[in-house]
């Protein structure tokens, strides 16, 4: 574990576990989380004899609660100052929903040689938030309610949302995880409140379509068919039919929380898409 320190002085933590030789996995977390998220996919790879390395977007878990830089630009250029001073090559670059957003605008970018595959797992692109071009998005006044919820009580929203939507634990039937819930509401507080409002923008607003548009190499979109945080019909879908190299993989009736509810499936399935 350490820190690197990016070009405009902040700080961000990540984790590096496994020999330097084998080859890496670099896993992107959603929000208002951490690397911390990835816990059960960082065992696994680095039993299954990867390398593995996660780190916590800027104002989010151990890493500067910065004020500004909070957008996908600066997120994608924190990566790739990381992947240098890792010396990152041949990386598989693996996001979950705001972290399949900068994967994808991370690995349009990146230095040829960093990047063999990346996988989007209930991501946010190709954007969220409805407009004349989006028809199928979700209102700008559902962002502007998250807002104002972590405005109100950021503590009791951090509460709610794993409670509810993001793992589904409001379905009839489920099987809920305190632990979960609060290992949630753990991640979430660690962070800076100011860049978790401004990350709202950012997941819900930024366009990925020339990001996935531009990618070359093979893709691999997962996505729950109950998700309640990222809308399956206007993301998954769209963001394969973009891609020049992409594959859909649709889960029935799994939720957002996917990595976390069923990491039996998915990371079975991570394995065989790295190994193809």
Same mark, same amino acid.
């Not at 990016?6 to 020999?19: L, R």
């Not at 991370?106 to 409805?130: D, E, H, Q, T, W």
């Not at 649709?250 to 957002?256: I, K, N, Q, R």
């Given at each position: 574990?350490?820190?690197?320190?990016?070009?405009?002085?902040?700080?961000?933590?990540?984790?590096?576990?496994?020999?330097?030789?084998?080859?890496?996995?670099?896993?992107?977390?959603?929000?208002?989380?951490?690397?911390?998220?990835?816990?059960?996919?960082?065992?696994?790879?680095?039993?299954?004899?990867?390398?593995?390395?996660?780190?916590?977007?800027?104002?989010?878990?151990?890493?500067?609660?910065?004020?500004?830089?909070?957008?996908?630009?600066?997120?994608?250029?924190?990566?790739?100052?990381?992947?240098?001073?890792?010396?990152?090559?041949?990386?598989?670059?693996?996001?979950?929903?705001?972290?399949?957003?900068?994967?994808?605008?991370?690995?349009?970018?990146?230095?040829? /040689?960093?990047? $063999?595959?990346? %996988?989007?797992?209930? &991501?946010?692109?190709?954007?969220? !938030?409805? +407009?004349?071009?989006?028809? =199928?998005?979700?209102?700008?006044?559902?962002?502007? /309610?998250?807002? $104002?919820?972590? %405005?109100?009580?950021? &503590?009791?929203?951090?509460?709610? !949302?794993? +409670?509810?939507?993001?793992? =589904?634990?409001?379905?009839?039937?489920?099987?809920?995880?305190?632990?979960?819930?609060?290992?949630?509401?753990?991640?979430?507080?660690?962070?800076?409140?100011?860049?978790?409002?401004?990350?709202?923008?950012?997941?819900?607003?930024?366009?990925?379509?020339?990001?996935?548009?531009?990618?070359?190499?093979?893709?691999?979109?997962?996505?729950?068919?109950?998700?309640?945080?990222?809308?399956?019909?206007?993301?998954?879908?769209?963001?394969?039919?973009?891609?020049?190299?992409?594959?859909?993989?649709?889960?029935?009736?799994?939720?957002?929380?996917?990595?976390?509810?069923?990491?039996?499936?998915?990371?079975?399935?991570?394995?065989?898409?790295?190994?193809?």
């Amino acid at each position: 574990m350490g820190f690197i320190t990016t070009k405009d002085g902040t700080e961000i933590f990540y984790k590096d576990w496994g020999s330097k030789d084998a080859q890496p996995i670099v896993f992107h977390h959603g929000w208002p989380l951490s690397a911390d998220d990835w816990d059960d996919q960082m065992l696994f790879f680095l039993h299954n004899g990867y390398r593995v390395i996660a780190h916590d977007r800027r104002g989010h878990g151990r890493s500067t609660q910065s004020d500004t830089g909070n957008e996908m630009d600066t997120y994608a250029a924190d990566v790739a100052e990381l992947a240098e001073a890792l010396d990152l090559k041949n990386a598989v670059h693996i996001g979950h929903s705001t972290g399949g957003g900068e994967v994808a605008h991370y690995v349009a970018r990146a230095k040829s /040689g960093r990047v $063999a595959k990346a %996988v989007l797992i209930g &991501a946010v692109p190709p954007i969220m !938030v409805k +407009s004349a071009k989006n028809p =199928g998005g979700l209102p700008i006044e559902v962002f502007d /309610g998250f807002r $104002a919820a972590l %405005v109100a009580n950021r &503590a009791q929203f951090y509460y709610d !949302v794993p +409670s509810g939507p993001f793992y =589904g634990f409001n379905r009839p039937g489920a099987k809920v995880s305190q632990g979960i819930i609060d290992n949630w509401w753990r991640q979430g507080m660690m962070g800076g409140a100011k860049a978790h409002y401004d990350c709202t923008k950012a997941f819900s607003e930024t366009d990925f379509t020339d990001d996935l548009e531009k990618i070359d190499v093979p893709v691999l979109v997962m996505h729950g068919d109950d998700d309640q945080i990222v809308p399956y019909a206007d993301s998954a879908p769209l963001s394969a039919k973009l891609l020049r190299n992409g594959t859909l993989k649709t889960y029935a009736g799994l939720p957002h929380g996917l990595c976390t509810t069923h990491p039996d499936i998915v990371n079975a399935d991570l394995l065989a898409f790295i190994k193809s």
